[in-house]
């Protein structure tokens, strides 16, 4: 269950940061431009370091078994 609302909230957040991303990189204004390469660049490190946010699974499993 926790890993089917994680990849939900994952892919959610992923449509959001496509399409703000892409209305920046449409604008006129080149630092707006700047802007959504930086955050298209940031969105696709911290994805992958964090393993498209299914390394959270395991540590929310280690909390709740500290927790019985």
């Keep these: 269950m926790t890993k089917i609302f994680l990849f939900v909230?994952?892919?959610l957040l992923t449509l959001?940061?496509?399409t703000a991303v892409t209305e920046l990189l449409t604008m006129s204004?080149?630092?707006l431009n700047v802007v959504g390469v930086i955050t298209?660049?940031?969105y696709a490190l911290i994805?992958?370091?964090t393993k498209s946010f299914m390394g959270l699974v395991d540590f929310?499993?280690?909390?709740k078994n500290k927790k019985k």
């Design 9 to 11: 909230v994952w892919a």
């Design 16 to 18: 959001l940061v496509i």
């Design 29 to 31: 204004d080149t630092t």
């Design 40 to 42: 298209a660049t940031a």
């Design 47 to 49: 994805s992958f370091k």
């Design 60 to 63: 929310i499993n280690k909390i």
